[in-house]
């Protein structure tokens, strides 16, 4: 029997006691309505991408913001990969995350991708919380982005993220992707990733 939204989110909650709902409950499907996000949300899910943290406050994401039926949208989606063209044409946002790493006057920013990153952090926690999802893509053609909107050199490329409402995994026509879907979350330890010398974990 194929799961609903509400049932397969159940499996997908993270279990650590403390962690605010929105991070708990975020997750990355794959399964889009085709269902247009209002713009009071958009707008919302954006400011919190702008009031992220920013080394030296100079905050250098931008973000290319594509609504479906837009040629933003069209000029996105195009550069993705077909496996991900497969899912994502339900999207009802597409946005390239970019982080400048060269100012006006040349000088270098090297946590510019470290800052889009915190932006984006924010912005996915954001729209978990509006009860909408993400799924951001590495699975793009960077170059062609690059020539679709004219950006030079001095802007780094992060990823493209999805952005909408949720569907069954059943809407899903591919039985590959329903099964990544509907499969068990995992994450490496905290032992991995948590040290206090590359190979010693930290004690908690």
């Not at 650590?16 to 708990?24: H, K, S, Y």
């Amino acid at each position: 029997m194929s799961l609903s939204v509400a049932e397969l989110n159940e499996t997908k909650v993270v279990p650590v006691e403390g962690l605010l709902p929105a991070l708990a409950h975020r997750w990355s499907p794959r399964s889009f309505k085709d269902q247009p996000v209002a713009a009071g949300e958009l707008k919302t899910v954006l400011e919190a991408a702008r009031w992220a943290a920013s080394s030296g406050n100079v905050q250098p994401w931008r973000f290319l913001v594509g609504v479906k039926g837009t040629e933003a949208w069209d000029k996105i989606f195009a550069t993705l990969v077909p496996f991900n063209q497969a899912w994502a044409a339900n999207a009802a946002v597409l946005i390239l995350g970019l982080g400048i790493e060269r100012d006006a006057n040349g000088r270098a920013n090297r946590y510019a991708l470290y800052d889009l990153g915190q932006a984006v952090s924010q912005l996915t926690a954001q729209a978990a919380a509006l009860g909408l999802v993400t799924h951001s893509m590495g699975g793009f053609d960077a170059d062609a982005a690059r020539k679709a909107f004219g950006l030079s050199e001095d802007y780094g490329l992060g990823a493209v993220i999805a952005l909408g409402h949720q569907a069954a995994p059943g809407a899903l026509a591919d039985a590959q992707m329903q099964a990544r879907e509907v499969a068990a979350r995992e994450r490496k330890p905290l032992s991995e990733i948590a040290l206090t010398a590359l190979d010693t974990p930290l004690e908690i």
